[in-house]
Nanobody, 128 residues
């Protein structure tokens, strides 16, 4: 069974940077990491979970308007790892960040419904 474990969260001041990682395990030889699409979501207190960025198995990405130009999603296929580099952080970026996986890229990649596998999340706090 595919499992996702996020790391790299923490506290940072506004304007700073932070990088998150998500290691994928439980993969089968028949369906390796390269076959999966991946995404980052976040959920702030009292708000719904929202899509941040997604990356297809071929490397094509989709970013939420709120993070364009500040966040970069990438994947290391040799290490079965998804990354999210966050720059120019703002207090409104404060949330629990989750990674998600899907065998096929959803039609709406920034909506939660298309992603069947989720990690436990990592907290990111941005202070002003």
């Amino acid at each position: 069974q595919v499992q996702l474990v996020e790391s790299g969260g923490g506290s940072v001041q506004a304007g700073g940077s932070l990088s998150l990682s998500c290691v994928v395990s439980g993969l089968s030889a028949a369906i390796p990491f390269t076959f999966y699409s991946m995404a980052w979501f976040r959920q702030a207190p009292g708000k719904e979970r929202e899509g941040v960025a997604a990356i297809r198995s071929d490397g094509q990405t989709t970013d939420a308007d709120s993070v364009k130009g500040r966040f970069t999603i990438s994947r290391d296929n040799d290490a079965n790892t998804l990354h999210l580099h966050m720059g120019s952080l703002k207090p409104e970026d404060t949330a629990i960040y989750y990674c998600a996986a899907a065998r096929w890229y959803p039609q709406s990649p920034l909506a939660t419904g298309g992603w069947p596998v989720w990690g436990q999340g990592t907290q990111v706090t941005v202070s002003s």
